[in-house]
């Protein structure tokens, strides 16, 4: 992409925002302010069940210090670990909300591929058709896994064919399929990141190299947007192939 040039009379507000002209990311306190904020009005309990296993822990050692007089040591673990266990409550809860909004949603799947750990690296959309029915492919320590959204017939036809293309240069490597949903042979989007997870561990990092090499000669995909896509959106026409 080219450079745009500068412009040396930008306006006051532009350089408040920084030189890129984009406003600076919520720091991590708003952040969390704002999740809160999600979480309470989806889940109004929640918050308050953290708050009161925080108090609950401490209040322990606090009973556990009068007991044996060991203040210094009880308070210094117990409000440590209270902590940590309400904001770990507070987390599983915002992440059960994100997954229930997600749900339903397309491109919901890629939305979690996004946030997968470890040695993962996802490509989006490298299938899709005119009814928004989509395929994505991670690529990881078990080999390929293709991620379809949409409706479970259309989608058999899309994911046997990218098997297809990705077997010209996967060679032996294990190709893996999973169709995003709430129906018979289907994995919820809550369960997508855990059942990816547990797939066997079939190739080294090496041969994961090796293997994202090798797919890099493969035809560019479309680029999809990120995130879940508003329903009813059609898909641009592709290119017509030449014969």
Request: proline share 8%; net charge positive; charged share 20%.
């Amino acid at each position: 992409m080219a450079k745009k040039p500068k412009d040396t009379q930008a306006p006051p507000a532009a350089d408040a925002k920084g030189k890129s002209g984009a406003e600076k990311p919520p720091g991590r306190f708003k952040q969390v302010g704002m999740v809160a904020k999600v979480v309470h009005k989806q889940s109004p309990r929640s918050i308050p069940i953290a708050v009161a296993i925080f108090v609950g822990l401490v209040a322990l050692s606090v009973v556990g210090a009068l007991l044996t007089g060991g203040w210094l040591y009880w308070l210094t673990l117990g409000i440590p670990v209270a902590f940590l266990a309400g904001f770990i409550f507070f987390t599983r809860s915002a992440q059960r909300i994100q997954y229930k909004m997600l749900d339903g949603q397309l491109g919901a799947g890629m939305a979690v591929l996004d946030n997968m750990r470890g040695d993962w690296s996802v490509e989006p959309g490298v299938a899709a058709n005119r009814q928004m029915d989509i395929v994505h492919r991670a690529v990881g320590r078990p080999g390929v896994v293709l991620v379809g959204e949409g409706d479970p017939g259309r989608l058999k036809g899309l994911i046997a064919g990218e098997k297809k293309r990705v077997a010209r240069v996967a060679y032996n490597t294990p190709i893996y399929d999973v169709r995003v949903g709430n129906g018979d042979d289907q994995v919820a989007i809550a369960d997508l990141q855990r059942h990816l997870v547990k797939l066997p561990r079939n190739l080294s990092k090496a041969e994961v190299a090796e293997l994202r090499y090798r797919l890099k000669a493969l035809p560019a995909a479309m680029q999809m947007p990120k995130g879940p896509i508003p329903r009813g959106v059609k898909m641009p026409k592709g290119p017509k192939a030449q014969g």
